[in-house]
């Protein structure tokens, strides 16, 4: 495929026409259809179609551009590091970190935080989403490290290692005025509204298996993925919600909520996933280390490698 036609095709989607993008372009509007003639051809479909006076993109033209945007903000972005390399005094190396979605923002602030003490100055790149995806960025090397509340899943044809960072109790919490209409806990859950993570988190089963153990029935009145948002539901006075023990005093004095009760038998582990077997990368040595010495109680080595 010719980057220049596809470059072509990618003004006139972002355009909206042929005409503007050949003033962009600084070409004729003959050329330009031409050569986006050519790469419809090469793809062996159109990827727009007339719409009033302009183009509309087809349905394969949206997937061309989806495609055609990423292309084009990598080459950006290959194009501004080798441009800092070059300058010696503004060489700055990236690294990129993945952060599930269920692990608390606050928890990974503490964990990113030791980046800071590394011999060399870094730009931190963090992308958020699900493990599956990440471990799918991970696996293509666009990702030095990924953050997340279980180890790597069985049967995934990508080659990582899990180290165990630590692990929390389970802390609920609530807004001081519907904290001090319930009883003691953990009677204060039964009937009252519940705010829980996503099924995604690994943690949720964790808390379903113990509400039904112990006969508690609140009303589950929101399920979030977003941990932050779940804690600003919960500040508003929505209902009670859990989060790890180890950021008790952090939570109540940001949101405003009061710690009701903690559950020393429901756990919430955190994993640190890589390709290194052996962890050689000084940056996410430093993120291990730094788990292990400040955030969570040190404790043995917890790798569970495939």
């Known amino acids: 495929m010719n980057l220049k036609h596809l470059r072509y095709f990618w003004a006139v989607a972002h355009a909206g026409s042929v005409a503007a993008a050949s003033n962009q372009l600084h070409l004729t509007p ?47 972005e290959m194009v501004s590091s080798l441009r800092a390399n070059a300058i010696p005094e503004q060489t700055m190396a990236t690294f990129r970190v993945g952060i599930s979605d269920a692990i608390p923002k606050s928890l990974t602030h503490r964990l990113l935080a030791s980046l800071k003490r590394v011999e060399k100055p870094i730009r931190l790149v963090c992308h958020e989403g699900t493990i599956d995806w990440l471990l799918g960025e991970l696996a293509l090397h666009r990702l030095e490290m990924v953050l997340a509340d279980r180890p790597m ?46 099924q995604n988190a690994a943690v949720r089963g964790e808390i379903d298996l ?36 180890i950021l008790s005093d952090e939570i109540c004095a940001r949101y405003g909520v009061s710690e009701v009760g903690r559950l020393e038998e429901v756990r919430e582990a955190f994993w640190l996933i890589s390709t290194e077997r052996r962890i050689q ?25 495939r």
């Open 153 to 198: 899943p069985a049967g995934l044809a990508v080659r990582g290692h899990s180290r165990k960072l630590g692990e929390s109790a389970v802390a609920f919490f609530a807004a001081p005025e519907l904290a001090r209409r319930g009883a003691a806990f953990p009677a204060c859950l039964n009937g009252a509204p519940l705010l829980l993570p996503g």
């Open 30 to 76: 003959q050329t330009v259809s031409a050569q986006i003639k050519l790469l419809e051809d090469d793809l062996g479909t159109a990827l727009f179609k007339p719409a009033g006076r302009g183009l509309e993109l087809t349905e394969a033209g949206r997937v061309a551009l989806s495609y055609a945007d990423e292309i084009f903000a990598l080459g950006h």
């Open 210 to 245: 113990w509400l039904g153990e112990s006969r508690l029935y609140p009303r589950v009145i929101g399920e979030f993925d977003d941990s932050a948002l779940m804690k600003v539901f919960a500040q508003a006075g929505e209902g009670y919600f859990p989060a790890p023990a």
């Open 281 to 305: 990368h000084p940056e996410v040595r430093a993120v291990l280390e730094a788990a292990r010495g400040a955030v969570f109680v040190p404790q043995g080595d917890g790798q569970m490698a």
